[in-house]
């Protein structure tokens, strides 16, 4: 038998460290999580034995396929920054008009440079798409351990260009070297591990795959 770890509240976020898992013996489709509240872990049921649902996917989060400018609040405020084609974002606001311009705005938080600057870009399908928990590697990179201390991570294995991997929890970075990183799982082989968004050059790493993982 299991114990309660705590008691979930309406609304409140958590971060998938696994994909949903089906119980058949109590039907019940549950999912390994991390409370963004206080970071404790546990499993929960997604869905009830009788269809209910306790758990949906975040709408918020998002993924640009294009550069895009991050601006202040204003209609003349300058820009804040660029987001650049494979960066991750968090909406904050649902998207507002902007009369002047004659653009949708949307408010989000950045999430990929580990600085949470917050600020408004213009909504266009073309530039923004929902963050995937497939994605597919653009490029060769490493699955790295980072249990030891930041700097002295291990290497797993390297993850080859197509592979695929599945997104166990939303991309972060550390305060110590503000790198953008996401914990995955291969596809072909299961290994656990963080991968870097971004190369030494700045280029995507990841992008989100059309399928996911085969199953076996």
Same mark, same amino acid.
């Given at each position: 038998?299991?114990?309660?770890?705590?008691?979930? =509240?309406?609304?409140?976020?958590?971060?998938?460290?696994?994909?949903?898992?089906?119980?058949?013996?109590?039907?019940?489709?549950?999912?390994?999580?991390?409370?963004?509240?206080?970071? *404790?872990?546990?499993?929960?049921?997604? *869905?009830?034995?009788?269809?209910?649902?306790?758990? =949906?996917?975040?709408?918020?989060?998002?993924?640009?396929?294009?550069?895009?400018?991050?601006?202040?609040?204003?209609?003349?405020?300058?820009?804040?920054?660029?987001?650049?084609?494979?960066?991750?974002?968090?909406?904050?606001?649902?998207?507002? *008009?902007?009369?002047?311009?004659?653009?949708?705005?949307?408010?989000?938080?950045?999430?990929?440079?580990?600085?949470?600057? =917050?600020?408004?870009?213009?909504?266009?399908? &073309?530039?923004?798409?929902?963050?995937?928990?497939?994605?597919?590697?653009?490029?060769?990179? *490493?699955?790295?351990?980072?249990?030891?201390?930041?700097?002295?991570?291990?290497?797993?294995?390297?993850?080859?260009?197509?592979?695929?991997?599945?997104?166990?929890?939303?991309?972060?970075?550390?305060?110590?070297?503000?790198?953008?990183?996401?914990?995955?799982?291969?596809?072909?082989?299961?290994?656990?591990?963080?991968?870097?968004?971004?190369?030494?050059?700045?280029?995507?790493?990841?992008?989100? &795959?059309?399928?996911?993982?085969?199953?076996?």
């Amino acid at each position: 038998s299991c114990s309660a770890i705590r008691k979930l =509240e309406i609304g409140e976020g958590m971060e998938p460290l696994e994909e949903p898992t089906q119980d058949e013996k109590r039907k019940l489709l549950r999912i390994k999580v991390r409370c963004a509240k206080d970071g *404790k872990e546990g499993w929960v049921t997604a *869905k009830g034995n009788q269809g209910t649902l306790y758990v =949906e996917d975040s709408q918020v989060h998002y993924l640009c396929s294009q550069r895009v400018t991050l601006e202040g609040e204003s209609s003349s405020s300058k820009a804040l920054r660029t987001l650049e084609e494979g960066e991750h974002f968090e909406l904050l606001k649902q998207p507002v *008009k902007d009369v002047r311009k004659g653009l949708l705005l949307a408010r989000c938080r950045g999430i990929s440079s580990g600085k949470g600057e =917050e600020g408004w870009l213009a909504v266009e399908s &073309a530039g923004l798409r929902p963050w995937s928990l497939r994605q597919k590697c653009l490029r060769s990179t *490493k699955l790295q351990d980072l249990a030891a201390q930041a700097g002295a991570a291990q290497v797993i294995r390297e993850l080859l260009a197509g592979e695929e991997v599945v997104a166990l929890e939303a991309p972060t970075s550390l305060p110590s070297d503000l790198v953008a990183r996401a914990r995955v799982r291969a596809c072909r082989d299961g290994a656990i591990g963080s991968v870097d968004l971004f190369d030494d050059n700045g280029q995507a790493v990841l992008r989100a &795959a059309s399928e996911g993982c085969p199953k076996t």
